[in-house]
């Protein structure tokens, strides 16, 4: 609202308005008797809605308080004000008495948009209310939590409900079904209050020892980069882009409606660019993938629905231009099928796999909780096998001759046989990576877009505000996607780098013309080349006597250092 009003709720019995600018009660709404838990303001009508001890939900109309508020200057001599005071002021209204609870209500909140009020009380119960102009009825009551419900919301995006409780438990509620769909458990915290994130898709809930902040979803669009071009799933839509022109389109509706429940979306995609095919793969019915062949002349009219073939999978991915793999967890197999959905042949793994992943034609990358293993369909004998923390994406270079294997807070690169390379450990999670042109690997954590050299060395080439999930690297362009599925090109300054890959690969032509026509200075450069054993380096940038003079001797040359 304009108005610079805070509400608050009182033990007292009564909720106060306050004008916060100048630090006065600007209405007391008296009527609930017993202690009031809480308060709030409609987002966008002029009511208020409180939650009391006394079982019941109250609705209030402040509509006169705010016209009253709208023209202070009118009336000088505050005449109106001292009326209203002797003969009881109009401000604020009882518009409904919701009744139903059989216990004292903790909470109540209205619903972002729609004409609907949750409450969740003592009665261990999470009510569900819609009103109109005259009246308010109960619609519902969603049942399941083990002890007093202590708060309880809509969210903002999702039709669903959020409820906590002493039970100690948060639990998620679909609106539309009126069904419990999620319970987060903790071991000895009774929970209390929860909020939501204005912008961002995170909720917080405070307990006896503390707070947690979470996500109800998770946020990474699923994507498949092939050459020049990507698909990705958005919004229900199969979309198209080209890096080169940077243009997107619709392609094809994907997803069956019905399934809004969380977390059901598409999880991972394969692409086959010679039959314009893609997989995508969610968590709907515990695991299954659905099979888009795209019509050639489907790109940019996006709305013509495509039957997709269907099967019940972990995990799936093309491993052919015409063949792709599905994980049967259940008997630890893989299964190859045509385009048709039929199946071809079947491939007991080497390890208890829990997903699979492209890794070049005709094999496939296995996956269990501690280790990897490149597995050849064709002879089905084990090709690699490496030692890793869980892995959550796996990036092949463009060569397919070194794969990046991305888990929570560690990055391990490898070669095609999974010959270990170098690891690298990040305190903040890691989010995406791609490879550059120079076999640099360019990755993600939430706040930082870094690089690792082949050799193991890393570093910050950029901060982020948010987190991004990185698509492509082309030259110092780094294309991306946010996590509403944007694509977003960023440019970075990518000197740092190139200039220690050059002094890796011993290019020192590259070397010294970067040295004569950049910005590359700092203790830190000096320090790396000194560290890595180029003193003599190092001199070109140094001005400093004393520094020069200990970097001269280091490298021998005593004509500079004299």
């Not at 045509?338 to 208890?352: H, R, T, V, W, Y």
């Amino acid at each position: 609202h304009e108005h610079p009003w805070i509400v608050s709720a009182s033990d007292d019995q009564t909720i106060r308005i306050w004008n916060w600018q100048s630090r006065t009660c600007v209405s007391v709404l008296t009527g609930h008797n017993h202690y009031v838990m809480c308060a709030s303001f409609h987002p966008k009508e002029d009511l208020v809605v409180s939650a009391s001890l006394d079982q019941t939900v109250r609705v209030w109309d402040i509509g006169a308080l705010r016209k009253k508020g709208a023209s202070p200057g009118d009336d000088i001599l505050g005449l109106s004000q001292m009326n209203s005071d002797l003969f009881g002021g109009v401000d604020a209204v009882v518009k409904y008495v919701l009744e139903g609870h059989d216990r004292g209500v903790n909470w109540a909140a209205f619903h972002p948009t729609l004409p609907l009020i949750v409450s969740g009380a003592d009665d261990r119960q999470v009510k569900l209310w819609r009103m109109n102009d005259t009246k308010a009825w109960e619609v519902d009551t969603l049942r399941g939590h083990m002890n007093n419900v202590s708060c309880v919301m809509f969210h903002a995006k999702q039709d669903i409900i959020v409820s906590n409780s002493e039970d100690k438990s948060i639990r998620v509620w679909d609106v539309t079904k009126r069904t419990g769909i999620q319970t987060f458990r903790r071991e000895h915290d009774r929970f209390w209050i929860l909020a939501a994130h204005p912008e961002m898709n995170l909720l917080a809930a405070g307990h006896d020892s503390g707070m947690i902040v979470f996500k109800l979803e998770r946020e990474r669009p699923a994507f498949c980069v092939s050459g020049d071009a990507m698909f990705y799933a958005k919004d229900r839509f199969l979309r198209f882009f080209e890096f080169s022109t940077q243009k997107d389109t619709q392609v094809i509706p994907i997803r069956r409606p019905g399934s809004a429940g969380l977390n059901q979306g598409p999880r991972t995609l394969s692409y086959s660019p010679t039959e314009n095919a893609v997989l995508i793969c969610s968590d709907v019915d515990g695991g299954s993938y659905e099979l888009y062949v795209i019509p050639k002349d489907a790109t940019g009219r996006g709305d013509v629905a495509q039957e997709a073939k269907r099967g019940v999978g972990g995990s799936a991915v093309f491993i052919a231009r015409n063949r792709f793999a599905v994980l049967d967890k259940s008997t630890n197999q893989v299964l190859v099928k045509n385009l048709k959905n039929e199946i071809l042949k079947k491939s007991a793994l080497p390890i208890a796999t829990d997903a699979i992943f492209y890794a070049g034609t005709g094999n496939v990358l296995c996956r269990a909780e501690d280790r990897i293993v490149i597995f050849d369909l064709q002879q089905r004998k084990t090709l690699g096998e490496l030692q890793t923390p869980f892995v959550k994406y796996v990036v092949w270079s463009s060569d397919m001759e070194s794969v990046a294997l991305l888990s929570k807070h560690a990055i391990v690169i490898a070669s095609t046989t999974l010959v270990h390379q170098c690891t690298l450990h990040e305190t903040i999670r890691v989010k995406s990576g791609a490879w550059d042109d120079n076999g640099v690997f360019i990755y993600t954590t939430l706040n930082h877009i870094k690089y690792c050299l082949p050799n193991g060395d890393s570093g910050i080439i950029k901060t982020l505000d948010v987190p991004i999930y990185i698509t492509k690297v082309s030259g110092n362009t780094i294309f991306c996607l946010d996590r509403d599925g944007k694509s977003k090109a960023i440019v970075i300054d990518a000197t740092e780098y190139i200039f220690k890959l050059s002094l890796m690969r011993k290019r020192y032509d590259h070397v010294m013309n970067m040295i004569r026509s950049s910005q590359l200075v700092g203790q830190a450069m000096i320090a790396y080349l000194q560290q890595k054993g180029f003193p003599e380096v190092a001199l070109h940038f140094v001005k400093d006597e004393r520094t020069r003079f200990n970097l001269a001797l280091e490298s021998g040359n005593i004509q500079i250092a004299g």
